[in-house]
Nanobody
Framework: QVQLVESGGGLVQAGGSLRLSCAAS????????MGWFRQAPGKEREFVAR????????YYADSVKGRFTISRDNATSTVYLQMNSLKPEDTAVYYC?????????????????WGQGTQVTVSS
């Protein structure tokens, strides 16, 4: 069983930055592939960023490429999402997710465990 706890959300003005954190339980965090997803009211959950356990490969949604960066610290079992140049359309609940067996997919269905989410609100 993997438990994920997100933090770092909040209210920020357009153009500002936030850093989301996701702390994972378990001794095998370094073996998990990790992802960030978001869901705005009335919309489906959508992919934001993902990275493999080796951290050698990172993937981003086109809408956040160049503005967001996913990273991980295996020593503290934490994955991060640095969000810069935020826009009102980035407003959503952000979720981190863990994938045990690698599937090369950006679908939320490819992930096994989820956090409770953290709200990000970007004002114009």
């Amino acid at each position: 069983q993997v438990q994920l706890v997100e933090s770092g959300g909040g209210l920020v003005q357009a153009g500002g930055s936030l850093r989301l954190s996701c702390a994972a339980s378990g001794r095998t965090f370094s073996t998990y592939n990790m992802g960030w997803f978001r869901q705005a009211p009335g919309k489906e959950r959508e992919f934001v960023a993902r990275m493999r356990k080796s951290a050698a490969s990172r993937y981003y949604a086109d809408s956040v490429k160049g503005r967001f960066t996913i990273s991980r610290d295996n020593a503290t079992s934490t994955v991060y999402l640095q969000m810069n140049s935020l826009k009102p359309e980035d407003t959503a609940v952000y979720y981190c997710a863990a994938q045990i067996a690698y599937i090369s997919s950006s679908s939320w269905r490819a992930y096994d465990y989820w956090g409770q989410g953290t709200q990000v609100t970007v004002s114009s």
